[in-house]
C-alpha cells in the first residue's frame, strides 16, 4: 500500500461526503446490518483464526471475541444510527450584527478521522458507522491479534459502500513503519483518536503531529458511602467488576467508608463465586481475611491503586470522609467512569460536582459507559479529556463548526 496515495482518496473522499444525501447514508448503514447479519458465519470463522491465536484465560481474549449475539448488536447499532437525524448543518448560533452582516455557525464534519486500535474488532464497524454518518472519511488502523476479524468486517463495509464510495474509509495493514508515518500525516488527516492500552494512547500523543483525542483507559472507583445501601452496594460491585473485565468501564478500585468496614463481608461474598482477586489496604483486609480465600485476598502495595486491571482483580480502599474519597479518586482516576453509593443527597451532590470524570455516577454501575447504553447507537470511543469532545462520542462528537457571513457589500474601515 502506498500511504500517501490512500490518504489523498480519503482527503477527497471526505470533501465529497458533504454532498451525499442522508437517504443515501442511511441506505449504506442498512445495507450493511444486512451483510453483517447474512455473513455471520464468515465473520465467526475469520475471528476464530484470530482467537486460536489467544490463550484464552487473558483478557484480551475476550475483547477480540465475536458471537452471533454481539453480531447482531453491531447490525442493530447500525440501524439506530442509520434512523439518527444527520448532525451536519445544524444551526448552532445565529444573530445580526449592527453593521447589517448576519452570521450564522453551522456544524459541520471534522473531514477525515484516524483511528488507531487494539484487539476489538467491533471498533472496524463502530467507527466507519459513526463516521459515515457525520458525513467523515475515516482511516484506521487495526491490532494484529484481530487483523483477520477487521478486514472481514471490511470486506463488508466495502461491498455496502460500493465504488462509489469505497474510499471514504481505509483500513490500513499491519505495518510498523505505516503508523509512523500515518501518525503524522497531518496535511491529510484531521483529527487522531487512538483506543487501546495506557500505553498505545502515549505513544500516539508522544508521536503524533495531528491532533489527538485521547479515550480508552479507564482506572474506576465505585465509592461506598456511609449512608449506602448494603444490597445496592453487592449488586453493584458485583455486576461493574464482573459483567465484562476486560472493558473500560469495569471497577478497579472500590473505596469503603471506614464505618461499613464490616458491611464489607456481605459485598465481596459474591465475588467469590467468580474467583475477583481481591487486594486489600490493611483495614480492609483484616475484615475480610476470616472470611474471603486466602489465595484470592492480598495486602495492597501502592502499585494496586491506580491501576486498570482489565481482569478479574480489584483494589480496595479504606478512607475516613467523602472528601477523602474525592481526593483519593481525583488522584489516581484516568479521569473515565466514578460512582458513588450513597442515601446522602447532600454526598451525591459533592460527589457529582468535585469527581473530575467523563461520566459521574449515582447509585448505579459504572458499566452504562458505553455509546449504545446513552443512546448513541455506538461510540467512536470514551474520551477522557476536556478538549473537543468528553465521555463516549457518537455522531454529534465527530463534528466541529463553520460561520457563514452573509453581507451586502459590507467593507470594514
Known sequence: MELEVELKKAKQAGRKLVSVSDKDIGAVLFKLSDLLKKNKKEILAANKKDLLKIDKKLSIYDRILLTEERINELADGLKTIANYASPIGKIIEEKPLKNGLKLRKISVPLGVVGVIFEARPNITIDVFALCFKAKNACVMKGGSDCALSSEILMKMIKKALGKKLENAVTLLPNDRSVVAKFMRANNYVDVLIPRGSAN?????????????????????????????????????????????????????????????????????????????????????????????????????????????????????????????????????????????????????????????AACVYVNASTTFTDGGEFGLGAEIGISTQKLHARGPMGINELTSYKWLVYGKGQIRK
Open 200 to 356: 498505545l494512547i502515549k505513544f500516539v500523543r508522544e508521536n503524533a503531529t495531528i491532533p489527538v483525542i485521547e479515550t480508552g483507559a479507564g482506572v474506576v472507583h465505585t465509592y461506598f458511602d456511609e449512608t449506602g445501601k448494603v444490597s445496592m452496594a453487592e449488586d453493584i460491585i458485583f455486576n461493574e467488576k464482573n459483567r465484562r473485565p476486560s472493558v473500560c468501564n469495569a471497577l478497579d478500585t472500590l473505596i469503603i467508608h471506614k464505618s461499613r468496614l464490616d458491611d464489607l463481608k456481605s459485598i465481596c461474598k459474591p465475588l467469590i463465586s467468580t474467583k475477583v482477586k481481591i487486594f486489600a489496604d490493611k483495614l480492609s483486609y483484616d475484615k475480610l481475611k476470616n472470611s474471603y480465600p486466602k489465595e484470592l485476598l492480598a495486602l495492597a502495595k501502592a502499585e494496586n491503586f491506580g491501576k486498570e486491571y482489565l481482569s478479574l482483580q480489584m483494589s480496595i480502599k479504606t478512607v475516613n470522609n467523602i472528601q477523602e474519597a474525592i481526593d483519593h479518586i481525583n488522584t489516581y482516576g484516568s479521569m473515565h467512569s466514578e460512582a458513588i453509593i450513597t442515601e446522602n443527597k447532600n454526598h451525591a451532590e459533592k460527589f457529582l460536582k468535585e469527581v473530575d
